[in-house]
Structure formats: structure tokens, C-alpha cells
């Protein structure tokens, strides 16, 4: 049975599916509003569409033209841009922000306070703790060339990315890596690869015991 708070904002056209809960002042279906020089695509966005059995929590907001899979928790004040396809059962911590043209693989968990940026790829299973900060522009604002290179971290099936990690603009983390707490990962990360340090540096492989 599906329980809408009654402060909750549902905007038309919105698609909800079964048994879906809507948590105080959460916001669904928004259209975003654009800075003039923002990158993102301006064109009128389809409606959410919300899958069977999720649940988006207090003063969440999940915008227009996003897909949820079936199960997905969008944890309170967490915000899910446009343009953004969620597998089934992901999680989006409280405060964390995927920002546009995202997407994310089943059973993928996102901890509190993390930022996903625009244009990035997460896919199955990948963990993401708390307060890990993903970006996507090595010229930071500056000169038109950064448009066409504007890309964020691909993080492959299973790889996991400790707390407060930084990653910067378009490298990939291999399927099942470990980058440790704090990492500052400048460039590729190999499968089953165990980085640490600000310049991220291989220290081991992931054990066996620790594999999908």
C-alpha cells in the first residue's frame, strides 16, 4: 500500500509505482531551473518514474526525467537529479546529491553526505561511503574545451570507495577495487586493486575472501 505524507510535493505526471512511501516535505518530479552558464541539457523532461516498493524519505527531492528501479531508498534531505537511471534496491544516503545524467547499478549503497557528480557511472554493487567527492571538470569552469571532456569517475561492478575519498574527472576504478579512506585518486585504479594515499598508490590486491 502506497503512504504519501500529506506535505509531501508530487508533481504532475509523476509515475508512482505499488506499495511506495513519499516521507515529509519530499519533493518528486521537479524540473530543475538552470544557472545561464550551466552545462546541463535544457529541454523539457519526461516524468519521474518511481518503481514498486521504494521509498523517498523526509525532504528529499528527486527531479523529473530520472528513473527509480523497484526497492530504491532515497534517505532523508538526499537529492537525485535528472536524467538519472537507479537499479533496483540502490540507496542514496541521507544528504547525499547525484547530480544529472547519472547512473547507478543494482544494490549499489551511497552513505550519507556523499556527492555523485554529474556524468558519472556507477555500476553494480559499488559502496560508497560517507562523504566521498566525486568530480567531473579538470578546468574547473574555466575555457569552452572542458565541455566536450566533462566526464565523472566510472566505478565498475563491486568496487568500493572508502569514506572521504576524492576522485577526480573521468578515471575508473576497476571491478572489486578498494580505495581507502581519505584517497585522492588521480588517475586509474586497476581490478582488485587496494589504493591508499593522497596520491592514491597500490599497496596490495583485494583478498580472495573479500570477492563477490
Known amino acids: 500500500m ?3 505524507a500529506e506535505t509531501a510535493v508530487i508533481y504532475p505526471g ?6 511506495v512511501v513519499v516521507g515529509d516535505y519530499a519533493v ?3 524540473q530543475p531551473t538552470l544557472g ?5 541539457k535544457r529541454e523539457e523532461l519526461p516524468p519521474l518514474v ?3 516498493g521504494c521509498a523517498i524519505l523526509a525532504g528529499a527531492i528527486v527531479f523529473a526525467g530520472t528513473r527509480l528501479g523497484s526497492g530504491v531508498v532515497i534517505g532523508d534531505q538526499a537529492c537525485v537529479r535528472e536524467r538519472c537511471e537507479l537499479g533496483e534496491d540502490v540507496v542514496v544516503g541521507r544528504g547525499s546529491l547525484v547530480e544529472n545524467d547519472t547512473t547507478i547499478g543494482a544494490r549499489t549503497r551511497i552513505q550519507a553526505d556523499a556527492y555523485v ?3 558519472s557511472t556507477l555500476e553494480e554493487d559499488v559502496f560508497i561511503a560517507p562523504c566521498v567527492v566525486t568530480t567531473n571538470d579538470n578546468f574547473m569552469g574555466r575555457t569552452e574545451k572542458r565541455l566536450e571532456l566533462m566526464k565523472g569517475p566510472t566505478i565498475r561492478r563491486g568496487a568500493r570507495i572508502g569514506g572521504g575519498a576524492v576522485l577526480l574527472p573521468g578515471i575508473e576504478i576497476g571491478e572489486e577495487a578498494f580505495v581507502g579512506a581519505g584517497a585522492v585518486v588521480l588517475k586509474d585504479v586497476p581490478a582488485r586493486a587496494v589504493v591508499v ?7 596490495r590486491d583485494v583478498p580472495a575472501d573479500e570477492l563477490l
Open 2 to 4: 502506497t503512504q504519501i
Open 14 to 19: 509523476v509515475e508512482l509505482g505499488e506499495d
Open 28 to 30: 518528486l518530479g521537479k
Open 36 to 40: 545561464r552558464r550551466s552545462t546541463a
Open 50 to 52: 518511481v518503481g514498486d
Open 117 to 119: 557528480t554529474a556524468y
Open 197 to 203: 594515499g593522497n596520491p592514491a598508490r597500490q599497496i
